[in-house]
């Protein structure tokens, strides 16, 4: 059973910046199959997709209202995903959640694994 860790997030004014981490529970790294993606779900709303990256290539997708402000990368070295979050803004509040699969081209869908969440909070 594949098991994700988020670590990062908190509390952070609006127009600042967070950023959360995803690794495999075991320490070992992403391998190339895998697809990694963010999604959250903020209080009373559905659980929504936010971002993801191929581990092969590093392709990225991101959901419309993030673009430009949020970004998914990985670090080769520590075989973890990460998702900078810039220009925060009270809206991304939210519970952020890793998820991966392997195989596929990333984007929103269905994911085989996730990670328990952390809370990110956007005060104004």
């Known amino acids: 059973q594949v098991q994700l860790i988020e670590s990062g997030g908190g509390l952070v004014q609006a127009g600042g910046s967070l950023r959360v981490s995803c690794a495999l529970a075991?320490?070992?790294?992403?391998?190339?199959?895998?697809?990694v993606g963010w999604f959250r779900q903020a209080l009373g709303k559905e659980r929504e997709f936010v971002g993801s990256?191929?581990?092969?290539?590093?392709?990225?997708y991101y959901k419309d209202s993030v673009k430009g402000r949020f970004a998914v990368s990985r670090d080769n070295a520590k075989g973890t995903v990460a998702l900078q979050m810039n220009s925060l803004k009270p809206e991304d509040t939210a519970i952020y959640f890793c998820?991966?699969?392997?195989?596929?081209?990333?984007?929103?869908?269905?994911?085989?694994?996730w990670g328990q969440g952390t809370q990110v909070t956007v005060s104004s």
């Open positions: 998820a991966a699969k392997l195989g596929g081209d990333g984007g929103p869908g269905t994911y085989d694994y």
């Open positions: 075991n320490g070992r790294p992403f391998n190339l199959y895998y697809v």
């Open positions: 990256i191929t581990w092969r290539g590093g392709r990225t």
